[in-house]
């Protein structure tokens, strides 16, 4: 069974502050996604991640993968206010008859205080 | 806008009912998927159907039911509802493989949150 998981499951900083957030997974994946998702709403796909050593950025977000370490990170680079809301990576397995699973980390909630 | 759609926004209901929640995916999109998200259980995926076939199946309970009709449009049946059911519910969904390399991104569309009272 695949294992996803997030650390830190909360994160308080200052405007203006880097940090990074971990993804950890258990079975070989070559396919990660990060989504944000605001307080009662939906999921946003921030990033696709399909290959080892993939990094993407959009804005002060970050997400790089390394397969073999089975780890993802999320760096966020001087944070702002905006960026406050739970950041979710997701896992895809193969689960047969050409489909892919996501597995779900528990998530992190960033609030990025003034 | 993700481009999926799901109906209704907000349902509440009592212990013991019925309810149905309704999905339609991205135009293009053959695979539907559910998800419920709840406080303490997190996301979890529930059940996946590719162009009216159930392909893949989460931790669905044997309460709960879905179907994908021939418009691709899916339903969730939630019976037999306790108030551990109460939960948003989202659907996703996904482009078909294509042949070359996808990236079977889901798109996640509003959710409904169900309350059971």
């Known amino acids: 069974e695949l294992k996803v998981e997030q650390n830190p499951l909360f994160l308080s900083m200052q405007e203006g502050k880097n940090y990074t957030i971990y993804c950890n997974y258990s079975t070989t994946s070559d396919r990660l996604y990060w989504y944000r998702q605001d307080p009662g709403k939906s999921l946003e796909s921030l990033f696709v991640?399909?290959?080892?050593?993939a990094v993407k950025q959009e804005g002060r977000l970050m997400a790089s993968l390394d397969t073999k370490a089975r780890l993802s990170t999320l760096h966020i680079t001087a944070a702002v206010h905006d960026l406050s809301a739970t950041y979710f990576c997701?896992?895809?397995?193969?689960?047969?008859?050409?489909?892919?699973?996501?597995?779900f980390g528990k998530g992190t909630k960033l609030s990025v205080i003034p | 806008d993700s481009g999926v759609t799901q109906t209704p926004k907000h349902l509440i209901t009592a212990t013991g009912q019925r309810v149905t929640l309704r999905c339609s995916p991205r135009?293009?999109?053959?695979?539907v998927y559910w998800y419920q998200q709840s406080l303490d259980q997190g996301l979890q995926f529930l059940i996946q159907y590719y162009n009216g076939e159930e392909r893949a199946k989460g931790n669905i309970l044997e309460r709960f039911s879905a179907q994908q009709f021939p418009d691709l449009h899916s339903e969730l049946n939630l019976s037999s509802l306790e108030l551990g059911d109460s939960a948003l519910y989202f659907c996703?969904?996904?482009?078909?493989?294509?042949?070359?390399?996808?990236?079977?991104?889901?798109?996640f569309g509003p959710g409904t949150r169900l309350t059971v009272t």
């Open positions: 991640l399909l290959s080892n050593g």
């Open positions: 997701a896992v895809s397995a193969y689960s047969g008859a050409g489909s892919y699973q996501l597995t």
């Open positions: 135009s293009g999109d053959l695979s």
């Open positions: 996703a969904s996904s482009v078909r493989p294509s042949g070359a390399l996808n990236s079977y991104e889901q798109y």
